[in-house]
């Protein structure tokens, strides 16, 4: 009988908490059972951030907290024969590659490999005047913004073969999230590239670790109604993956957090849409037939996942660049101070329109309403009574002339003096913006490279 | 409804949790009901129109509701909810993270069974 295969993930999003992989190795590590770790760190954005960051210098464009969250873990794992998969290539694989293979050299290690997939990156290759507009982002206006990056979600397979070619650590750039998962259970199980349940198990498992703590109470919990232990060390998840494709989610020992299925059914549902039709690059993934059965505390089987054929054609996910936003607050407190707040917000307003600003703007009352609101301000107009004693105002304006957004911020600046009674506390700032739109390509025009170095020859 | 299980009106949030997640200028909620025998009453009143209704005040162009009644849970596809998606909002929450709890406060009608046993609205139902 074939043992299972353990999957853990380590962070799943780029700032997540550093010290979460921490336990997920140490559990895997007296498990004892094959297992690979995965950290998901990009965005739809962040490669664009990474590329424009690049531009400026060649060791940068990949995941910024790289070392710290690897020093922790690399020797173990290595010793331990536990695969590490992770997308902090970015915009920059190979500079991702050698950052580890200096982290190897300081902690003394020998005989590292270190696998690297390349090709996700196509904006040298494909003009994205040819490509098809992701369905739902067809309303996304990029106005004349400036092409930053170009990215396809590749599949699996480069990171299965950079694993085929011995690579303990194996860095991409856009990768799938759940094909990061994916790839360490087809390289152990010699699964097929068409066995579509064997795949959409593998995928399933990848789509509820992608996020870390989010399948283990992380942005789960509320008092009262879904208490957690210990939200300050929520463990992270580990799947185990039977070779016929069984899978049990579980969390690192002697942490917080649980796993239940109720954390397994928010997560499964996270960024999906059809639950029939859960498009990946590697399979379509069914789960609208999905069961789950509690086997002990923090274990629940995921039972009932089926998967048909993979899509034809892959998402890049392209950004643009060239605008700015600005940024605004001050606060108002005491009696009166949502008439305060109203006053100043109005003022603000007429402010950009008195200069001419060419700026789109927002402004929030922090306290009143702020998340839930429309750009137009609908429900801050609502009754309100005499409101909060405590109300922040934030202008957000937005542009492609740089001088008119920073002088739209700063217009919040001037209030400390020109504002109503009682205004104080601002802060502004001003930043790039990145905008997002995604495309179909066929997988034909997309070529991927997949290399294994010793750490030592990258030094 | 019978004498012992009346039927009440509560938020949404009294019987069911949810998660909010992004894709570009698409947004999905999910609806879980913590006792199954919210499901049924949930199907019947939270129709896509009425959660398009919720969010037209931000623009939403379209609401799919898909059913998973083997896990008892519902998911909502609201499109141009975000005013352009994380990177084109002005919104603080770009993400749309928030607005579960937005789609959480809107009033149900229930039998008292179906609440959390944490709920203030519950009176003396087991």
Known sequence: MTTSFLIGNGSGFSGDRIDAPIPVVKTLVADGRPSAIFFEVLGERTVALAQLERTA????????MLEPLLEPILKDCFENGIKIIGNFGGANPMGAARCISRLARKLKLTGLRIGVVTGDDIRERISLDDLEVYEADEGIDVHDGTLVSANAYLDAQPLVEALAKGADVVVCGRTGDPSLALAPLIHHFGWSADDWDLLAAGATAGHLLECGSQVCGGVFFEPGYKEIPCPENIGFPIAEIGADGAVIIGKAADTGGLV????????????IHDPAQYITPDVTVDLSGVTLQQLSEDRVQ???VSGTARPEKLKVTACFGGSYLGEGEVSVAGPNALARARATRQVLHDRLKFRGLDVTA????????????????????EDYGPGPSDIRIRLAAAGSNRSHVEQSAREVLALLCCGTAGTGGARWRVTRRVVTRSYLAERAAIQTQSQCFASEDLL | MTFEDPIIRVPLHEVAHGRAGDKGNRLNISVIPYKEVAFAPIAEQLTAERVHDIFRYRGTTRVQRYDLPKLASFNFVIDNVLEGGVNSSLNLDGHGKTLSFRLLAVEVEVPESALHSASPYRRGVQ
Do not use: M
């Not at chain 1, 060649?58 to 910024?64: A, I, K, R």
């Not at chain 1, 927002?362 to 801050?380: F, K, N, P, Q």
């Open chain 1, 57 to 64: 210098s060649n060791d940068s464009g990949y995941e910024p």
């Open chain 1, 260 to 271: 239940d299925a109720r954390t397994i059914k928010e997560q499964l549902l996270y960024e």
């Open chain 1, 302 to 304: 995921i039972l009932g």
């Open chain 1, 362 to 381: 927002r402004c929030d009352l922090i306290g009143i309403s702020s998340a839930h609101d429309s750009d137009a301000g609908v429900l801050s107009l």
